[in-house]
């Protein structure tokens, strides 16, 4: 059974552990584990003589109970992509139309009219995986495409592809694309896309913090051993919760002055803005994974 209504996990929980949809002994070993949501993939990590087996481990799970959310990957329906109908993704739809699960990652999304039709039908949030130029581009309108529609990231290894680029830094911009048309849409911080460089550990520590940094909430990940790397890098610092929480307390004293904007002790000046991003430090310490997130905030 789900976790409960609008617990999608969006806006809380740092680590989406991918897993294969054929594989039902990895998947309950990733939902014992200590990754915060799980992603049964029914798309790329599944080979096409194992896609029934796959949805049948999704029907399985559905009906069962569990402590954190659960998100399906199906396979690109070419409706949200503005093709011609995949069989895969078709299959995939009539079974997660019935599936009790917390949402489902649309790959290949570009067509907003398209997604709208696919959430009516579909019934459950949607979170859409920006992999093309074309999604890119259409991002604010993706994600506002349907009141379903939960989050946007994006696919970078198809981007890159799409995009003809070799260059990790050249898909900065889509990021802070990302990130801009998400909150404009009032939608959670979006996640950080997989680190496909299961042994650089190192980098994918330090890509973790730049992307917590530059506005992302959380990140994909494709190994267990990547969670924890990932845990610490989306967690403030024991110096930035002190510096927060500080701020928070120095709020009360000048709220009994009547000020509004003012210097703290520490000779900062202190708005609205900077309070709120004092806030989101402090909520980045209290690990909610199965708290229920709202599935869309207001901007």
Do not use: C
């Amino acid at each position: 059974m789900s976790t409960g209504p609008g617990t999608t996990g969006l806006g809380v929980a740092r680590s989406w552990l991918y897993v294969p949809g054929h594989r039902a002994d990895l998947v309950a070993k990733a939902l014992a584990g200590e990754a915060e949501a799980v992603v049964v993939d029914l798309e790329d990590a599944v080979a096409a003589g194992a896609k029934d087996a796959a949805r049948s481990t999704v029907a399985d799970l559905a009906a069962g109970p569990r402590d954190r959310p659960l998100w399906v990957r199906m396979n690109a329906p070419g409706e949200a992509a503005g093709h011609a109908d995949d069989p895969w993704g078709a299959a995939d739809a009539a079974v997660l139309a019935r599936a009790d699960v917390d949402g489902v990652r649309v790959p290949k999304a570009s067509d907003p009219d398209a997604v709208a039709r696919l959430a009516d039908r579909l019934g459950r949030p949607l979170h859409l995986l920006l992999e093309s130029a074309l999604g890119v581009e259409r991002a604010f309108a993706l994600a506002t495409a349907h009141p379903l529609v939960a989050a946007v990231s994006l696919g970078e290894a198809d981007l890159a592809a799409d995009l003809r680029v070799a260059d990790r830094a050249a898909l900065e911009w889509a990021r802070q694309r990302v990130v801009v048309a998400s909150r404009a849409a009032g939608l959670p911080s979006p996640l950080a896309p997989v680190w496909t460089d299961l042994p650089d550990l190192d980098g994918l520590a330090l890509d973790s913090r730049t992307a917590r940094d530059r506005g992302f909430w959380g990140r994909s990940v494709i190994h267990p051993r990547q969670v924890p790397v990932v845990h610490r890098a989306f967690a403030a610092t024991a110096d930035e919760l002190a510096r927060a929480r500080a701020l928070l307390d120095s709020l009360e004293d000048a709220g009994a002055r009547g000020e509004t904007a003012y210097r703290d002790a520490e000779g900062r000046f202190v708005d609205p803005a900077v309070v709120a991003g004092a806030r989101t430090v402090l909520a980045r310490a209290v690990h909610r994974s199965a708290v229920p997130a709202e599935t869309r905030e207001t901007p």
